[in-house]
């Protein structure tokens, strides 16, 4: 072995490699961006030099890189422009948040806000109506919780130049009226996409800025990297300009859209995005693409076998979901690896029959993205087709046990009793991989990790759990963090375990995540995190 001195030795009480065999190790040894020594702390020490630094304390223990399978920092950081209006809980409380940002904004600027719950709309759809005796002139642009609906102000409506209906490539609308008229609705993102433009342009600089210190305060839960199901306007310029500057501290897989009408155009940016990047040594990459093959449960667009209690979530995204199959064959063809949206149960069903009959890219492998609903007849699917489970388990927050919210009454008890399956696909031998889809829900993997333990709230231990038997353990919890997202990015070879040669993508605990009960796992410090061999952050004692 080696007596070159390692540039970072972290002595603790345990590491959990993530490998089955052999004893606990309790250091780990770092050089150039690797992992050089997994060992005890003699060993470690032993390389130990003038230039060294040492992370040593009680109790600490280390875990491969916490990795968020799921979540969009560029688009979610426009998402949260303006005022969160997530504390409405009636639209008098929704009318009585704009009216105050009105007062606060001068003539003319746009009121823009988010995080709006679809249960405000239990009686009637949005509409303009409901928000513009609220915001006057001022153009509004609302976001509804899920990021898959737009409510627009009248306002606003003149300012994109929208009209009437819009013919688009895939089932996004503009909502109208019986006369034609929008009602305000844009519905997924082919429509919200059409409008969007007329927004003000963010700032580079503060959208940098905000970016740098969303991925720090990611950097303090033990985030290591992110996988970014998407390609928003300003990805390439913000990532490269923080890069360039030293200030990204995760790594990014992106895989950009591949749109409905444009599937030759979309694999193409992909491609060019792709080389790119190729050989650069950088921490963000693409090597995927993104499909959307249905909507969402609340929203009535996910692709359910059977409808929902409104009659609605009965087909597919794409006009003809053939279409779908065809442009998971030109990717495939292309070399990217397919991650689809699927929540329905139908919707889940055609994706893994499209990726069967599509077969595997070279050195990678197909996801599906969401899975709240699956039938028991795929369960076994996933694992014979290598398929990755992409799951976010506090997306299950928003769903009362009663079944009371509006989720739930949409599916009705019976499929209730069939969502969020984390045990039964694990069971069945399928890669899961867990995410936060943030900003939808927290980013903290600690909140997650208890999560996918609790099936419940962890700041609600007075709340009964969703499907208890779906409950999974500590350890597959932290697995579907790290393990379990290196298949997920096909890194298994250089990630997701704390084993010599490995990329040196550390999480460093002040106690150990497997044994601490999920309730107090929030809490649980976070000691630092390491990217690349790098400490990007440090709790204070170890600064």
Not at 113 to 128: M, S, T
Not at 461 to 475: E, I, K, L, S
Request: negative net charge; glycine residues 8%.
């Amino acid at each position: 072995m080696s007596a070159e001195p390692a540039d970072l030795v972290i002595l603790a009480d345990r590491v959990h490699t993530m490998d089955s065999s052999g004893a606990a190790p309790t250091a780990v040894a770092v050089r150039d961006g690797e992992i050089v020594r997994v060992a005890d702390h003699a060993e470690a020490l032993s390389l130990v030099g003038t230039s060294t630094r040492v992370i040593d304390g009680p109790g600490l223990v280390v875990t491969p890189g916490l990795v968020d399978s799921h979540q969009h920092p560029v688009l979610g950081l426009g998402q949260q422009r303006g005022i969160n209006l997530s504390a409405a809980r009636d639209i008098d409380q929704l009318r009585a948040l704009l009216a105050a940002e009105r007062a606060r904004l001068a003539d003319g600027d746009w009121l823009v806000g988010y995080g709006v719950d679809y249960d405000l709309f239990r009686e009637a759809p949005p509409h303009r109506s409901m928000i513009d005796p609220a915001v006057g002139d001022h153009p509004t642009w609302l976001w509804l919780a899920d990021l898959h609906t737009v409510l627009l102000s009248t306002a606003a409506l003149t300012r994109t130049g929208l009209t009437g209906p819009v013919k688009f490539a895939d089932h996004a609308s503009v909502v109208v009226d019986a006369t034609g008229a929008p009602t305000g609705q844009l519905h997924e993102m082919s429509a919200i996409s059409l409008a969007h433009p007329a927004l003000p342009e963010p700032d580079l600089a503060e959208t940098a800025r905000r970016l740098e210190d969303l991925f720090a305060a990611q950097n303090r839960c033990g985030i290591t990297a992110a996988h970014v199901p998407d390609f928003w306007t300003g990805t390439s310029e913000l990532l490269s300009h923080l890069e360039s500057e030293d200030r990204l501290t995760m790594r990014l897989h992106v895989a950009p859209w591949v749109r409905a009408g444009e599937v030759l155009d979309s694999i193409g940016e992909a491609v060019e995005l792709r080389e790119s990047r190729s050989g650069m040594g950088s921490l963000w990459t693409t090597s995927a693409v993104k499909l959307f093959l249905d909507g969402t449960i609340d929203g009535g667009s996910a692709w359910l076998t059977h409808a929902d209690c409104h009659g609605e979530s009965t087909r597919a995204m794409w006009l003809d979901p053939r279409e779908y199959v065809d442009a998971v064959h030109k990717a495939v063809g292309a070399g990217f690896s397919c991650w689809t949206h699927a929540i329905g149960d139908a919707a889940s069903s055609w994706a893994l029959s499209a990726y069967e009959r599509a077969g595997r890219p070279a050195g990678g492998r197909h996801r599906i993205e969401h899975l709240e609903v699956l039938k028991d007849s795929d369960v076994a699917r996933f694992a014979c087709l290598d398929v990755v489970a992409s799951m976010q388990p506090t997306h299950m927050d928003w769903s009362q046990p009663d079944h009371s919210d509006n989720w739930s009454t949409r599916l009705g008890p019976d499929r209730c009793g069939r969502a969020w399956r984390h045990r039964d696909l694990l069971a069945a031998g399928a890669t899961v991989a867990f995410g936060s889809d943030w900003p939808i829900a927290d980013f903290d993997p600690r909140v997650v990790i208890a999560g996918a333990q609790l099936r419940r709230p962890v700041a609600e231990p007075g709340r009964a759990p969703y499907v208890v038997d779906q409950a999974v353990t500590a350890m597959q919890a932290l697995a579907a963090f790290t393990t379990g997202a290196a298949r997920a990015a096909a890194e298994e070879d250089v990630g997701g375990r704390v084993r010599t040669g490995h990329r040196a993508d550390l999480t460093v605990f002040t106690g150990d995540p497997i044994d601490c009960p999920p309730d107090h796992l929030p809490r649980l410090p976070v000691a630092a995190t390491v990217v690349a061999g790098r400490i990007v952050y440090a709790d204070a004692g170890f600064a």
